[in-house]
């Protein structure tokens, strides 16, 4: 680990080369050292977008694509040199509600192109947006190596009338004060305590998230303004907009014939759309989710992102009974049963870190963990949806993290093959408090859901895509997406768990 602070357990030689494989893969392009002039760094307002001519420069129709070439300046109207800026691209129709993630290739001079198919007739907006420049990105990569602990952890350990507070995390800096050692047995998450110094270790009552450790210079705060270089439109140099035609006869139809864009798939009036994967079906009422469901066991793992998918669940099964775990009222566990479809739904929280503010030291379960003790079987369905707890933490973290579990996902799936195991990834947020900013960065989940894909590429598994379902939306970005998107997601789930949908 590159953390002179941090201690995790030893890989093995293959776990070892598979993490450096993996931060090989999802290496981000050269970005400039800090300090640097405020004025030469990247501002969205002196930047533009410009969409290039079709093909043989004609018209534009549904199954061609777009590309826009974006050229970013500095603050004094300079362009860049150099690359690494996070952009991300839509294109979208409000009127249509359609809508459709870009690919943006880095050319590491200073511009960028965003490709985007072409999959609606009629008007087509693209939207270009900086989420963080380049020197916001440098500051950022270095962040979670210097400060993997300014999100404050802490535990209350009493025995009797004595009670001691004391900070926590999973790296803690070497004092004097001895550490207590909660690292998982069985899969290698670490989590540490400072020793109380009256009490023993076992004497550890709760995990309370207690505040964050300011660690933004003047400088450094200046990259991070909205309405200024953090998640701000760029113009267009030109039109932002184009007219597409029908398809041209022949041409491949959208949905089957677009998979090669590396696109999950695109909204049309509201509606998730698959490209090139599983059909996305629509489950408009109780009664189309209940009968999907029907003699199945759903077990939902992971943060609140995830939850709110439990929570649609819970909403839209009218039959369906919450069974009182005694559960803390954030991180569960929680339970509901539906006894005339034989329809169960649990929910747990990931294992620690977490950012919460408190629950009891015995309700810590690693994921991995809850994965052993599973059956599984043709009617088991596993969800997964970890991410945005662990983005303030070195990514070799996730990395471990992620292996534990993928093993347990392999031997569940060893043991019982018709188990079907559906992860979320990670998603853009619109987060303004500044510690909030430099914690859960777009950036960092643009990172972890990269090692995502890497880690579980190949594996029977299924992706639900929540980066472009949110990107793609009208609706803003939220760590919570809003309604319609979670029931799109939601529809993607349930198209996965039942493929043939009866209509």
Same mark, same amino acid.
């Given at each position: 680990?590159?953390?002179?602070?941090?201690?995790?357990?030893?890989?093995?030689?293959?776990?070892?080369?598979?993490?450096?494989?993996?931060?090989?893969?999802?290496?981000?392009?050269?970005?400039?050292?800090?300090?640097?002039?405020?004025?030469?760094?990247?501002?969205?307002?002196?930047?533009?977008?410009?969409?290039?001519?079709?093909?043989?420069?004609?018209?534009?129709?549904?199954?061609?694509?777009?590309?826009?070439?974006?050229?970013?300046?500095?603050?004094?109207?300079?362009?860049?040199?150099?690359?690494?800026?996070?952009?991300?691209?839509?294109?979208?129709?409000?009127?249509?509600?359609?809508?459709?993630?870009?690919?943006?290739? @880095?050319?590491?001079?200073?511009?960028?192109?965003?490709?985007?198919?072409?999959?609606?007739?009629?008007?087509?907006?693209?939207?270009?947006?900086?989420?963080?420049?380049?020197?916001?990105?440098?500051?950022?990569?270095?962040?979670?190596?210097?400060?993997?602990?300014?999100?404050?952890?802490?535990?209350?350990?009493?025995?009797?009338?004595?009670?001691?507070?004391?900070?926590?995390?999973?790296?803690?800096?070497?004092?004097?004060?001895?550490?207590?050692?909660?690292?998982?047995?069985?899969?290698? @998450?670490?989590?540490?305590?400072?020793?109380?110094?009256?009490?023993?270790?076992?004497?550890?009552?709760?995990?309370?998230?207690?505040?964050?450790?300011?660690?933004?210079?003047?400088?450094?705060?200046?990259?991070?303004?909205?309405?200024?270089?953090?998640?701000?439109?760029?113009?267009?140099?030109?039109?932002?907009?184009?007219?597409?035609?029908?398809?041209?006869?022949?041409?491949?139809?959208?949905?089957?014939?677009?998979?090669?864009?590396?696109?999950?798939?695109?909204?049309?009036?509201?509606?998730?759309?698959?490209?090139?994967?599983?059909?996305?079906?629509?489950?408009?009422?109780?009664?189309?989710?209940?009968?999907?469901?029907?003699?199945?066991?759903?077990?939902?793992?992971?943060?609140?992102?995830?939850?709110?998918?439990?929570?649609?669940? @819970?909403?839209?099964?009218?039959?369906?009974?919450?069974?009182?775990?005694?559960?803390?009222?954030?991180?569960?566990?929680?339970?509901?049963?539906?006894?005339?479809?034989?329809?169960?739904?649990?929910?747990?929280?990931?294992?620690?870190?977490?950012?919460?503010?408190?629950?009891?030291?015995?309700?810590?379960?690693?994921?991995?963990?809850?994965?052993?003790?599973?059956?599984?079987?043709?009617?088991?369905?596993?969800?997964?949806?970890?991410?945005?707890?662990?983005?303030?933490?070195?990514?070799?973290?996730?990395?471990?993290?992620?292996?534990?579990?993928?093993?347990?996902?392999?031997?569940?799936?060893?043991?019982?093959?018709?188990?079907?195991?559906?992860?979320?990834?990670?998603?853009?947020?619109?987060?303004?408090?500044?510690?909030?900013?430099?914690?859960?960065?777009?950036?960092?989940?643009?990172?972890?859901?990269?090692?995502?894909?890497?880690?579980?590429?190949?594996?029977?598994?299924?992706?639900?895509?929540?980066?472009?379902?949110?990107?793609?939306?009208?609706?803003?970005?939220?760590?919570?997406?809003?309604?319609?998107?979670?029931?799109?997601?939601? @529809?993607?789930?349930?198209?996965?768990?039942?493929?043939?949908?009866?209509?």
């Amino acid at each position: 680990m590159p953390d002179a602070f941090c201690t995790f357990k030893p890989l093995s030689s293959a776990d070892a080369e598979e993490e450096r494989l993996i931060l090989d893969s999802i290496a981000w392009p050269e970005t400039p050292p800090l300090p640097v002039p405020f004025l030469l760094t990247s501002d969205p307002a002196h930047s533009t977008f410009t969409i290039l001519p079709g093909r043989g420069g004609g018209e534009r129709h549904v199954g061609d694509q777009l590309e826009v070439m974006i050229q970013m300046y500095d603050f004094q109207g300079n362009p860049k040199k150099s690359g690494g800026d996070a952009i991300v691209a839509r294109l979208h129709n409000r009127a249509l509600e359609a809508g459709v993630a870009g690919r943006v290739v @880095d050319h590491l001079n200073g511009s960028y192109s965003a490709v985007f198919p072409l999959l609606w007739e009629g008007s087509a907006q693209v939207e270009v947006t900086l989420v963080h420049s380049s020197e916001a990105v440098t500051f950022l990569r270095r962040l979670n190596k210097d400060h993997p602990d300014r999100v404050i952890f802490s535990s209350l350990f009493r025995s009797g009338s004595i009670s001691e507070t004391t900070i926590c995390n999973v790296c803690l800096r070497q004092t004097s004060q001895p550490q207590c050692n909660y690292t998982d047995h069985r899969t290698g @998450d670490p989590w540490f305590c400072y020793k109380p110094e009256k009490l023993s270790c076992d004497a550890r009552m709760n995990h309370m998230k207690t505040g964050f450790r300011s660690v933004l210079k003047d400088e450094e705060k200046k990259l991070f303004q909205s309405n200024v270089n953090l998640r701000v439109f760029i113009p267009a140099s030109g039109p932002a907009n184009v007219t597409v035609l029908p398809q041209r006869k022949g041409q491949p139809g959208v949905d089957g014939g677009s998979g090669k864009s590396g696109l999950s798939g695109y909204y049309y009036q509201g509606v998730w759309r698959s490209l090139g994967g599983t059909k996305v079906y629509q489950f408009n009422n109780s009664s189309a989710i209940s009968q999907c469901l029907k003699g199945k066991v759903v077990h939902v793992y992971g943060d609140s992102t995830i939850r709110q998918w439990f929570e649609y669940l @819970d909403a839209k099964l009218p039959e369906a009974k919450e069974v009182n775990l005694n559960s803390v009222i954030v991180p569960g566990p929680y339970m509901i049963w539906d006894h005339a479809n034989k329809i169960m739904v649990t929910y747990r929280i990931h294992g620690l870190p977490y950012h919460i503010p408190t629950m009891p030291s015995g309700k810590v379960s690693y994921v991995a963990n809850e994965l052993e003790t599973l059956t599984g079987g043709a009617n088991t369905v596993v969800v997964l949806g970890i991410w945005a707890h662990l983005s303030p933490f070195p990514i070799e973290l996730y990395i471990r993290r992620f292996q534990s579990i993928r093993r347990a996902v392999v031997r569940l799936l060893n043991r019982a093959p018709g188990t079907l195991v559906v992860i979320r990834t990670g998603a853009l947020q619109n987060l303004k408090p500044s510690h909030w900013i430099i914690c859960n960065a777009d950036w960092f989940t643009l990172q972890l859901n990269k090692v995502l894909r890497a880690m579980f590429k190949g594996l029977n598994v299924q992706l639900v895509d929540a980066w472009d379902m949110v990107l793609a939306h009208h609706l803003p970005h939220d760590l919570h997406p809003k309604p319609p998107i979670i029931k799109n997601m939601v @529809d993607v789930l349930l198209s996965y768990t039942c493929p043939q949908k009866k209509t």
